[in-house]
């Protein structure tokens, strides 16, 4: 078995930081949970401003994501 049948093909750093960003929000911001959100964006190799970009051409995206998820930030 090779290493394809495991992997995700639509596995995108930014939307998941994106994710976790948006659900951070939502429940009071970013900053209570910083070294979270950084350790994240360092492990994924993308930035603050990367997320922003791309939160602000995917939110419905992102939003769908989490309420798919029953993650709704409450």
Do not use: C, W
């Not at 994240?40 to 939003?63: K, M, N, P, T």
């Amino acid at each position: 078995m090779g290493d394809s049948a495991k992997k995700a093909p639509k596995k995108n750093p930014l939307f998941g930081a994106a994710v976790v960003k948006a659900v951070l929000r939502k429940r009071g911001g970013v900053s209570a949970t910083s070294a979270l959100y950084e350790g994240i964006l360092r492990d994924l190799g993308v930035s603050d401003d990367d997320v922003e970009a791309y939160l602000a051409e995917h939110a419905e995206e992102v939003e769908q994501a989490i309420r798919s998820h029953g993650r709704r930030g409450d």
